[in-house]
Structures are given as structure tokens and as C-alpha cells.
């Protein structure tokens, strides 16, 4: 067994897997001022992004769900892998070779599981690409010609071919040394009665990707329709596949998706080919299942989907009744989207492959380019099927259109719409047209219930903001607030988690043995720190401070000194109670002594006023 990976080692991949670029990876991040960057959380549903990260320490946190750590923490949270998992993908990653104790490094044994089944993924890839130039595989490059694609193209997208047999890919893969066990497990073969039979037989293969560029799975499409199976067959549910979290082409689009705030929805690997071949390079398409609730939380961390935003996620169906049902469909998940959404439907049933093949690249530009709102697509695809030519007609056209409406949770949008029924219906009688929708929007109710994100500590309270101010310096900044910090003592906090952080500094040494902080310090907090109080300790070392950097040093000696001062004045307040219960005439002794130290505390409090009126 190869034991534990060696600290220096651990060290290493953390130093080489900049965080920033490795979140960057998954979500887009935006500058937020004093160093730090800002994305859209990817563990949990926002609208407004919260989730921070700190470069120059190398952590990251979540203000709205509380989750934090560093650049191993987010892999292993984002890919539920273990630690020793996550730390060899970061190494494939930076190509640092691990050493494990207790054994010594051997390349290629002990590996984590997801890390063997991604090499055995990525070996299956390569022999599919290479299988398309054999001469079985001429019906596959056919496929592709047919379709306007030429060899480039099918390299560019790593399109394979899978021979005709039985155990072509297993016996490669497990003369590699991959298991039978690993080849099932991955998807990349079934349980035969003589051992692993290969999944894919006799078909085109594309890989699917990850969003970090890692092949998960593999999308087949069978080139003799006369045979038996399905047209397209996909790799099942697997510890790599999960296909209501998969977008096929995300890894080449999330760059393009970013910069131009926008996502094309497409529904085979053809149209998202022919989409980034005819210059629309945002395109994507799920494999084998519906546009989901997942797909959503992949593409809103891509386009930073937040109030205000102008980015835009853009379905192309078929003209058809199926096309126009499967618009329908996503229509029910459009409002978890803040950007724009909509609708590209091509009138003669084209979908952008074949569009491409008889129009050229400049017809999927212009597919893409005359979308529709969803909302209008959906209400007039509703409309379509009633004779609006007559009362009646209207009247039930106005009634199955009326839910989209009424659902529509903006309400200056929702009103919007309601004229638009009205003049599309002809009705004339925009008030008769709303009422029928508030009827149908009450009857709605009540909504469903939607479980409440965790929250954080609450921050509103100036003395706990101050509290949390000073902690916050003798994580990041120890060396401003020097001896008066570790002099204060744990009764000059109030929250429970102020109290055990400030003792967990303490026993750490005090900020005078944190010397100028940084990462350092921060690993030393962490490492020491009991479960609950690592995700405080991670938010305070990315959440920014409030003062520029020339002027921290005041700024540091401004919140101590109030801080000192709301902790003299909870002080002063209990001398005065105990004075007022104090009989001047029968305890004149205790009177006079209460009395002279509640003028000394005051004089104090003079001093500490002048010091926090620097903040």
C-alpha cells in the first residue's frame, strides 16, 4: 500500500495550483476590490454572487452558505472526491509527481479511484480517434462528410470510432493495466460471461468533457440504422457521469460563454459542432436527457447570472410540434435564470447541423441571432392552437395562456405580457385581459416552499460588526494590532464564535507570534481549529477589510481602541448598576472606591474615544 502523500508534496500542490485559476476554471470571477474576486457560488443557488476568493492567501469563501477553504477544499467539495483524491488531480494538473510514505512513489499504483477512471477515459479517447481512420470506420467519416464536417473537424472534437467487436477497447484498456472492474465501474464496458464486453460497438463516439476539459463519458451514434439499439447511446450514470449535470462542449464554449455573456442551448453534438464552426462558439447541448435544473447552475456560474446582468441563454429547437414542446418544457425553468432567455426556432424544421449544410455558416448566425423572448414563444405557441377567429376561440386561447402569465414572478414584466395577450387575441380590453390572469395568478396559490439558505452570523449590531472587524485584522493583518490585542482577553467579545476564536489565536501564541501573517498563519489557525470554527476562520482571511491599504495601520489602531471602548463601557454600565445599589451613608468605604474607579474608567473612555474617531 503506498501510505499517506508527503507534507512537502502537499505543499507543492498548493503552491502550483494558483486557486484563482482553478475556481476560475468552474465560475466566472470579477474583480471585488483590495485584492479579492467574486463569482457566483457553485454550491449552492444565488442570485447575487457572494462567493469570494483571496488570491494572495489562497482561500476562498462563501458568504451566503458558509462553505470555505482552500484550493484543495473547493476541488474535493466541487468533485466529491477525498482528500488524497483531490490532491493527485491538482498534481496531474501542475505535473508534480507525488511521493507517498510508507512506500515511496510509484508511478501509476494507489491511485483515487475518480484519477484511474479519468486516465482510463482518456486512454479510451485516444483510441476511439485513432480508430477513425481505419478502413472499417468509413461509414463514420461518411457520417461526418455528409454532414459538412471534414477531418480537422472530427480532430478538433475528438470524434473516434468504435470497431465492430466485442472486446476491441477492453483488451487495449487492460493491457494498460486497467481492471475489469475499473472498465465496468467507468461505463466504458459491460459484464460479458467471459469477462468485459465493450459498451460502444460499431459507432461514431464523441467524448464528453468535463467542464475542466477532462473526459467522463461517451456520446455513440450508430452508423447502420438497421441494426438493433438505440440511434444514440450514451455512457451510463457512472462516479464521472452524471447526465443532468452534463453540458457536451462546455469545455470549449465556458471561455466564449463568459466573455460574451451568453449560452446556446442546442439538442445533438452535430449542432453544437456546427454551431462553433459557423462562429457561434457558446453553444452547448445536454446528453441524453432534458435541460435541467443542473444544467441551470452550470451555466449561471458561466455567464455570472446576477440582477442586472445582460447576459442571455438562448434554446434553438426544431420548428416542430416536438420542438415547440421541448421549448415548453424549458420554459418551466426559465425564471431560475435573472438573465434573458430565449427562443430560436428555425420555421422549416432545420436544426443547425443540416441549416448549416444547405445554408452555410452564416444561416446559424442568423438562426441564433432572430431569437424570440420565451416568454412571447411560449404564450404565442399556446395562442397557435385555438381559432382565434371567433369569441370562443379567444376565450380559451386567453384561458390556457393566462397560468404562463400569471407565472411570470416580475411584475412589471407580468403586465407587460398582459397587454401583449390582450392585442395578440384581439380582445381590445386590456383590463378584462388582467383580471382573467389575477384570477388564474390567486388560484395559484399558495406557492411552494422553498427551504431557506443557511445564513451567517448577523453582522448588523455595531459591536459585534467591531468584534468581528478586530478578529478579522488578527487573521489577516496580525503585526497592526500587536501586544493590545493579545492583552484584551476573551471577555471583550460577546458572540460565543468571537470568544473561541480569539482563544484559538491565543493558545496559537497570540498575534505576536503570527509575525506578518499571511498563509502561514492562516494554516496554523486551521490547522488547530475544531470543525465549526474553520469556516470562520476561512471567512474572515478572504472577506475584505475596510480601509485602503495606506491606511491600515490607523484603521487597525482605530477598531481595537472601539473595541477596547465597547468592552470599558459594558464595564462602566455594571459599575454604575452596583453604585446606584451602593448606600452612600451606611457603605461610604465601598461608595468612595466605586466612585473613584468609575472616574478613572471614564477618564479611559475619553482616551479610547479620541483613539477610535480614526476609523
Request: net charge neutral; glycine share 10%; hydrophobic share 40%.
Amino acid at each position: 500500500m503506498a501510505g499517506r502523500i508527503s507534507d512537502e508534496d502537499i505543499a507543492l500542490v498548493r503552491e502550483r495550483s494558483p486557486i484563482a485559476d482553478i475556481v476560475g476554471e468552474h465560475i466566472q470571477l470579477r474583480n471585488a476590490g483590495g485584492g479579492n474576486l467574486k463569482g457566483l457560488c457553485p454550491f449552492h443557488d444565488e442570485k447575487s454572487p457572494s462567493f469570494n476568493v483571496t488570491p494572495a492567501r489562497g482561500y476562498w469563501y462563501c458568504f451566503g452558505c458558509g462553505e470555505g477553504g482552500d484550493v484543495i477544499t473547493f476541488v474535493r467539495r466541487l468533485e466529491h472526491l477525498s482528500f488524497g483524491e483531490a490532491v493527485e488531480r491538482l498534481a496531474g494538473r501542475a505535473g508534480i509527481h507525488l511521493r507517498y510514505e510508507q512506500g515511496g512513489y510509484v508511478p501509476g499504483r494507489e491511485q483515487g479511484e475518480r484519477s484511474r477512471l479519468i486516465e482510463a477515459h482518456r486512454a479510451a479517447a485516444e483510441f476511439y480517434a485513432a480508430k477513425l481512420s481505419d478502413p472499417e470506420a468509413a461509414p463514420g467519416r461518411r457520417f461526418l462528410s455528409e454532414r459538412g464536417f471534414e477531418r480537422v473537424d472530427a480532430e478538433r472534437f475528438g470524434v473516434g470510432y468504435a470497431p465492430a467487436e466485442w472486446e476491441a477497447l477492453s483488451r487495449h484498456l487492460m493491457a494498460k493495466g486497467f481492471t475489469a472492474a475499473e472498465l465496468i465501474k467507468g461505463g466504458l464496458a459491460k459484464e460479458g460471461r467471459r469477462g468485459p464486453i465493450d459498451r460502444f460497438r460499431g459507432r461514431l463516439v464523441w467524448p464528453i468533457r468535463d467542464i475542466t476539459g477532462d473526459v467522463i463519458g461517451f456520446g455513440a451514434r450508430k452508423l447502420n440504422d438497421a441494426e438493433d439499439g438505440p440511434k444514440y447511446l450514451n455512457t451510463p450514470e457512472s462516479p464521472l457521469y452524471k447526465k443532468s449535470e452534463v453540458l457536451y462542449g462546455v469545455d470549449l464554449a465556458k471561455r466564449e460563454i463568459s466573455k460574451r455573456s451568453q449560452a446556446v442551448i442546442v439538442e445533438g453534438y452535430t449542432d453544437v459542432m456546427a454551431c462553433h464552426l459557423a462562429g457561434v462558439p457558446t453553444a452547448v447541448a445536454t446528453c441524453g436527457t432534458a435541460f435541467g435544473a443542473e444544467h441551470i447552475k452550470v451555466l449561471r456560474r458561466l455567464l455570472l447570472d446576477q440582477s442586472g446582468s445582460q447576459g442571455e441563454v438562448v434554446f434553438t429547437f426544431d420548428g416542430d410540434a416536438a420542438g415547440q414542446k421541448a421549448a415548453l418544457r424549458a420554459f418551466a425553468d426559465e425564471q431560475k435564470f435573472v438573465t434573458q432567455t430565449y427562443v430560436a426556432v428555425q420555421p422549416s424544421g432545420l436544426d443547425p447541423c443540416d441549416l448549416r449544410v444547405r445554408h452555410g455558416d452564416a444561416a446559424v448566425r442568423d438562426l441564433v441571432a432572430s431569437k424570440e423572448p420565451l416568454f412571447a414563444f411560449a404564450i404565442r405557441s399556446v395562442i397557435s392552437r385555438y381559432d382565434v377567429s371567433t369569441n370562443e376561440g379567444r376565450l380559451s386561447a386567453l384561458d390556457a395562456a393566462a397560468p404562463i402569465v400569471a407565472g411570470i414572478k416580475d411584475r412589471a414584466l407580468r403586465q407587460l405580457y398582459a397587454v401583449d395577450l390582450d392585442r395578440w387575441l384581439g380582445f381590445n380590453n386590456e383590463r378584462f385581459v388582467m383580471e382573467r390572469i389575477a384570477e388564474i395568478s390567486t388560484a395559484a396559490q399558495p406557492r411552494q416552499d422553498r427551504p431557506a439558505p443557511r445564513r451567517v452570523a448577523d453582522l448588523t449590531d455595531p459591536g459585534v460588526r467591531t468584534e468581528a472587524e478586530v478578529l478579522k485584522l488578527a487573521v489577516q493583518r496580525p503585526a497592526l494590532l500587536g501586544g493590545r490585542f493579545d492583552a484584551i482577553g476573551p471577555e471583550a467579545f460577546t458572540l460565543p464564535e468571537h470568544v473561541a476564536l480569539y482563544t484559538l489565536i491565543a493558545q496559537a501564541g497570540g498575534v505576536a507570534a503570527a509575525g506578518e501573517g499571511g498563509g502561514a498563519w492562516v494554516d496554523r489557525l486551521l490547522a488547530d481549529a475544531e470543525e465549526g470554527l474553520r469556516g470562520m476562520v476561512t471567512r474572515l482571511a478572504v472577506e475584505e477589510l475596510r480601509a485602503d491599504l495606506a491606511g491600515e495601520e490607523r484603521y487597525a489602531a482605530a477598531m481595537l481602541a472601539a473595541l477596547e471602548l465597547i468592552s470599558l463601557s459594558r464595564t462602566i454600565e455594571q459599575l454604575k448598576s452596583r453604585l446606584e445599589r451602593t448606600n452612600p451613608t451606611d457603605s461610604q468605604e465601598e461608595y468612595n472606591r466605586l466612585f473613584a474607579e468609575l472616574f478613572d474608567l471614564e477618564r479611559q473612555r475619553r482616551m479610547l474615544k479620541e483613539r477610535a474617531a480614526g476609523s
